[in-house]
Nanobody, 123 residues
Framework: QVQLVESGGGLVQAGGSLRLSCAVS????????MGWFRQAPGKEREFVAGISWSGSSTYNTDSVKGRFTISRDNAENTVYLQMNSLKPEDTAVYYCAARQSGYILSRESYGYWGQGTQVTVSS
């Protein structure tokens, strides 16, 4: 059974930092690209950051460039999202997802999803 379990969300003031983790089990983690998405109330789920299976390639959406960093530890089957300089508009439920092929930015490329973790940034 494939499981993706996010943790690390919470309430933080604007300008603060959080580190999200996603522990993965039930699949060959090092064969999958990983991504972080987020969904704010009333909005579509959007791509935030992605990383290749090896960790050698990463991609961030424009709104988080310079602030968020995605990384992975294949020995621990875990992917991370370090979020710095948080803004109120970063408030959303954050999801990690696993992708075996397809376009890194496309939600449809990701076949496995976690349950999400809430991030709330106060002004």
């Amino acid at each position: 059974q494939v499981q993706l379990v996010e943790s690390g969300g919470g309430l933080v003031q604007a300008g603060g930092s959080l580190r999200l983790s996603c522990a993965v089990s039930g699949l060959s983690f090092s064969n999958y690209g990983m991504g972080w998405f987020r969904q704010a109330p009333g909005k579509e789920r959007e791509f935030v950051a992605g990383i290749s299976w090896s960790g050698s390639s990463t991609y961030n959406t424009d709104s988080v460039k310079g602030r968020f960093t995605i990384s992975r530890d294949n020995a621990e089957n875990t992917v991370y999202l370090q979020m710095n300089s948080l803004k109120p508009e970063d408030t959303a439920v954050y999801y990690c997802a696993a992708r075996q092929s397809g376009y890194i930015l496309s939600r449809e490329s990701y076949g496995y999803w976690g349950q999400g973790t809430q991030v709330t940034v106060s002004s």
